[in-house]
C-alpha cells in the first residue's frame, strides 16, 4: 500500500512530537488485517466442514443479539473515548478523561447487564427459548466484550495503532485456537464455540485491564457528572446509532430464521456473510480506522481544508483498490468460498459474492462521505441509519419469502447504497470530496476490461478453484495493476514518493 507525501508523518516540531499519518497507521492496520484475516483462513475451512448449516445459523443469530447489547451496554464510549480524547491540557485533563469517559461508562454499562440477567432469567423460566444455555453464555460475554472494545479505543484514540491493531490480532488468534481445539476435540456444536470465546474474552479483558490502568489514569475521585452528561450526549445517540448499523448488517439473520422458520438458512447467509466481512475488512477497517484517527486530529488542529486534502490523497488509491476487489469478487469470488468451505457450501457462494461487493463499495464510500462525526452532527447520523434499517426490514419482509436467503443479500445490498447516498449528501460541504474523474474511469475500464478477459476465456476452461484463483490473479497483473501504473502518473510518483521515503527512514 503506498499513498503520497501528504499521507506521511507530520514533521516534527519544538511543541508536537512527529506522529504518523494515513500511509504509516493504515499499513499497520492492513499488516493486523491480514494477520487476523490469516486466522479467519485458517479456522473458516475447517469451521465450515465440522458445523453443519444449522449449528452455524445458531451461531449467526446469538452473534446477531450479542452485537445488539454490546452496542447497548457499551453506551457510545467507544465513540466518546475517539471524539473527546484530550489531545491538549496535560495530566488533568487525561485524568478526567479516563475517570468520566471510560470508567463511568463502564460502570453504567455493568448496571445494565446485570438487570439483563434478570430479564432473561425471567424469559427462560417462562419460555424457554431454543438453545438456552447459548444464550446465557452469550450474556456472560458481555462483560468483557466491551472491555475489550474500550481498550482498543483508548489506543485508537492515542494514535497506538501498532496497539490497536494489535489487540485485535491477539483476540482473534486465541479465538481461533481455542475453538478449534474445541470444536475438534470436545465439543462440535455452537455451544463449544460459546464456551471457547468466553475463556479467551475473560483472558483477554483481565490482561487488557491492567494495560489500560497503566497508561490512563481512572479513578472515581475525578468523576465529574457534567462531564459524564456531555460523553452521553455525544455517545447515546451513537448507541442507537450502533443498534442501527448492526441491525442494518444483521437484522437479515433474525428475520430469516422468523421467516423461513430454520436455523439452515440462517446459516447459509452466515458462511457467506462471515467471508465477505473478512476480506472486506482488509480495506474497510484498515483504511478507515487509520483515516478516521488522522481526520480528528487534523480537523482539530488545522481545519477542513487539511482533512479534504488528506482524504483526496487516500482516495486516489483506494478507488483503485475497490475497483480490484470487486473485479475479484465478481469472477472468482466463488471459487473462494468453495476453496475455503467446500462443495457443500455452495449455497453460501453469491451471499459471499454479493456481500464482498457490498462492503467494499462501502468502504470506499465510508471516506467519501466521512464528516458528519468531525461536526459531532451524532443525531443525523442516527436518523440516516435509522431510515436505512427501515428499508432493510421492509425490503427483507417482501424479499425473503420470495428469494429466500437471497433476498436478504438483496435488501442488505440496496440499503447500503441507499444510506451511502444520502450520507454524501447530507456530509458537510467543506468536507466533501469524490475520487477523481480520471482516476475512477481508468479503475473503471481495466475492471471491465479484466471481467471480459475472465468471462470469454472462462479462465482457459480451468476447474480447479486454487488454480482458477491464480490464474485471475496473474491476469489482473498484466490487465489491471500494471496498466494503472503505466497509465495514471499520479498513481505512480505515488508509490514512488512511498517506496523513497521508506527506504529513507530505514536508512536513518
Known sequence: MVFPDSLKKLPRTMSEPAR???????????????????????????MTRLLDNGQYGILGYFDAWLLILVAVFKLGAQHT????????????????????????????????????????????????????????????????????????SVAFAQEKSMISAGIAVMQRWLEAGAILYTVYFVDRTAHGVYLARLAVAIVFALFLFRWVRSHLPMHRRDIDAKAG?????????????????????????????????????????????????????????????????????????????????????????????????????LS????????????????????????????????????????????????????LNLLALAMNVILNLFWIPRFGVMGAVYATFVSFIALDVVKYLFCPRELRALPGWRETLTALALAALSLAVWYYTDLFGIHSHLARLAAMTATMIFTFVLPAFALDSRLRDAILTHVRGARLKGQA
Not at 341 to 359: C, E, H, R, T, W
Open 81 to 152: 473515548i475517539l471524539r473527546f480524547y484530550p489531545h491538549v491540557g496535560g495530566p488533568g485533563a487525561i485524568e478526567r478523561f479516563g475517570a468520566n469517559f471510560v470508567l463511568l461508562p463502564f460502570l453504567c454499562g455493568s448496571a445494565l447487564w446485570v438487570l439483563a440477567l434478570f430479564v432473561y432469567a425471567g424469559i427462560v423460566a417462562m419460555a424457554p427459548p431454543e438453545a438456552a444455555t447459548i444464550g446465557w453464555i452469550m450474556l456472560l460475554l458481555l462483560p468483557p466484550t466491551i472491555w475489550i472494545s474500550y481498550s482498543g
Open 229 to 329: 452528561r456531555e460523553g452521553l450526549r455525544y455517545g447515546l445517540p451513537m448507541v442507537v446509532n450502533e443498534i442501527a448499523s448492526s441491525l442494518l448488517s444483521f437484522a437479515d439473520r433474525l428475520m430469516l430464521k422468523q421467516l423461513l422458520v430454520d436455523f439452515a438458512a440462517v446459516g447459509v447467509y452466515t458462511i457467506g456473510y462471515g467471508l465477505a466481512i473478512n476480506i472486506s475488512n482488509l480495506l474497510y477497517y484498515a483504511l478507515y480506522n487509520a483515516y478516521t484517527q488522522v481526520s480528528v486530529r487534523e480537523y482539530e488542529t488545522k481545519g477542513a481544508a487539511a482533512v479534504v486534502k488528506t482524504k483526496r490523497a487516500v482516495l486516489l488509491v483506494v478507488v483503485y483498490l475497490a475497483a480490484a476487489m470487486i473485479t475479484g469478487l
Open 20 to 46: 504518523p499519518g494515513v500511509a504509516t497507521h493504515s499499513l499497520r492496520y492492513i499488516a493486523g488485517n491480514v494477520l487476523v484475516m490469516i486466522a479467519g483462513f485458517v479456522s473458516f475451512p475447517i
Open 332 to 383: 472468482v469470488g466463488n471459487d473462494v468460498l468453495l476453496l475455503m468451505a467446500g462443495d457443500s457450501k455452495a449455497q453460501s457462494a453469491p451471499v459471499f459474492q454479493l456481500i464482498g461487493v457490498n462492503y467494499v463499495i462501502d468502504g470506499l464510500a465510508g471516506i467519501v462521505t466521512a464528516g458528519l462525526l468531525l461536526h459531532k452532527r451524532t443525531m443525523t447520523i442516527l436518523i
